[in-house]
């Protein structure tokens, strides 16, 4: 079961988003969790692979997401998979944000979105158990191949910034 969860989460395969411009926030429904994972979710042992713990409430992508596939579609012609995993319980619910300056490079989508590419997206509190994860499957939408990009994540108060090199390595 943890081998096809990680297929899941890091497919090789890119779902086309539409031609639509970006839409505006989703919150994104806890009906749309496409598994329980223990939390926090570390991911492959590979360490190049890791997901990194944010505000103890996600397992985001590790700095390195090593692949992208074309979309065929415009504006965004390469899409990156990589899942998320959100602490489940009683925990507070966790938004994600592509900065202003970065969206006309990148946008997001987790979830069952149909295909819609998304700058901001919402989780609600899903579940009662705080040591369970609600795994999204999801990831990255660019306009070139690759790119060095940053995603603001906000829990309550309490925000940071984490980096993403999608199809190359960053130093930062």
Known sequence: MLAEFVLALAGC???????????PVR???CEEVI???????LGNRDLRYRARLVLDAVSAPGPFVPQTTPTESRPWTYFAK??????????????????????????????????????TLHFPRCGVD???GNA??????????????????????RSTTLW?????RCVR
Do not use: K
Not at 13 to 23: I, K
Not at 88 to 115: D, K, L, M, Y
Not at 146 to 155: H, I, K, N, W
């Open 13 to 23: 395969c890119a779902p086309a988003p539409a031609e639509a411009p970006v839409a």
């Open 130 to 132: 705080r040591a369970q």
């Open 136 to 157: 999204y499957a999801g990831g990255f939408f660019l306009r070139r191949a690759s790119d060095c990009v940053p995603l603001v994540y906000r829990v309550g108060a």
């Open 35 to 41: 598994d329980h994972v223990r939390f926090p979710y």
């Open 27 to 29: 919150t994104v429904p």
């Open 82 to 119: 990589w899942g998320m995993v959100v602490r489940g319980g009683a925990g507070q619910a966790v938004t994600v944000t592509v900065p202003r300056a970065w969206r006309g490079r990148v946008a997001i989508s987790w979830g069952n979105a149909q295909h819609t590419v998304f700058h």
């Open 164 to 168: 993403f090199g999608v199809g190359r």
